[in-house]
């Protein structure tokens, strides 16, 4: 079978250590060497220089979790590299029960049988990381929003018939009114917005309940990390929008969104 990649290198990767396998071939001779190194980034340097040293050209690595990303970056620019999907390595027949991942991987690699998957580049990895990141801070204010409706319905507050967005403007007056130790209905459903289509009797019964001092401290805790969250969120759509103005001609400016009443 056609050799096409001569000087070659594969890594078995870890969470705390990473094996390379090298695979030399000059005509009919083949040599081959593995080394093991920590996932340090002083010692991913060293087995850069080391590969660098023996001549490596191509390397190869599954894409294990997210550890391939710090062994990359290293190696980004010094080497051909392929990252390859752990699947299509596995169901490649031939495998010999008594050598290693990297010796088989390197050995496949030479002769051209791996499949690269896509890798983006680092302006769009960048964007990847801000936009997971913003996916997760919003899933994170919905579970504390159902952490502050249970607190309100074991206390009897049914705010969330009336209004049906708790952490809209109106519904924020009142989860502030309530931290604070106002108990009065009354006063409670003054804070609404008037355009709200609950009539000020609904609101009245709806706000009856009674918070104890430990479910205030409670909800204070969820509503500030929920106002911690969103600030966080309106810094992250600030840095996508830059992310993303290079390949849309140009920055453009961003509308507020109003928050419902």
């Known amino acids: 079978m056609q050799v096409l990649h001569p000087r070659c290198a594969a890594l078995d990767l870890g969470k705390d250590i990473v094996v390379a396998g090298v695979r030399l071939q000059d005509g009919a001779s083949v040599q081959r060497t593995c080394r093991t190194f ?8 060293e087995m850069r220089e080391w590969m660098s040293g023996l001549g490596v050209t191509h390397v190869v690595m599954e894409a294990t ?3 391939w990303k710090s062994v990359w ?9 392929t990252l390859a999907n752990p699947a299509q390595i596995k169901n490649l027949p031939g495998r010999k029960s008594d050598v290693n991942d990297a ?6 690699h030479a002769h051209g ?4 998957s896509f890798v983006p580049p680092p302006e769009i990895g960048a964007l990847r990381e801000l936009t997971r990141t913003r996916k997760q801070f919003v899933r994170e204010i919905a579970r504390h929003t159902l952490r502050i409706q249970k607190l309100l319905d074991v206390a009897g507050l049914k705010i969330t018939g009336p209004i049906s967005q708790i952490l809209g403007v109106s519904g924020r007056r009142i989860l502030k009114a309530l931290i604070r130790g106002e108990k009065d209905p009354e006063r409670l459903a003054a804070l609404v917005d008037p355009h709200i289509r609950a009539s000020r009797r609904e609101l009245v019964e709806a706000l009856r309940g009674e918070l104890t001092a430990q479910q205030r401290r409670l909800l204070q805790m969820h509503l500030q990390l929920i106002e911690n969250l969103e600030a966080s969120v309106e810094q992250l759509d600030r840095d996508i929008a830059k992310g993303v103005a290079p390949f849309r ?3 453009r400016a961003s509308k507020g969104s109003a928050r419902p009443k």
Request: proline content about 3%; charged content about 20%.
């Open 38 to 45: 920590r996932t340090v980034q002083a010692e991913l340097v």
């Open 65 to 67: 979790g997210s550890y």
């Open 73 to 81: 970056s290293v190696l980004e620019g010094h080497f051909e590299l």
């Open 103 to 108: 010796t088989w991987m390197v050995d496949l």
């Open 113 to 116: 049988l791996i499949r690269g």
């Open 249 to 251: 001609g140009g920055p």
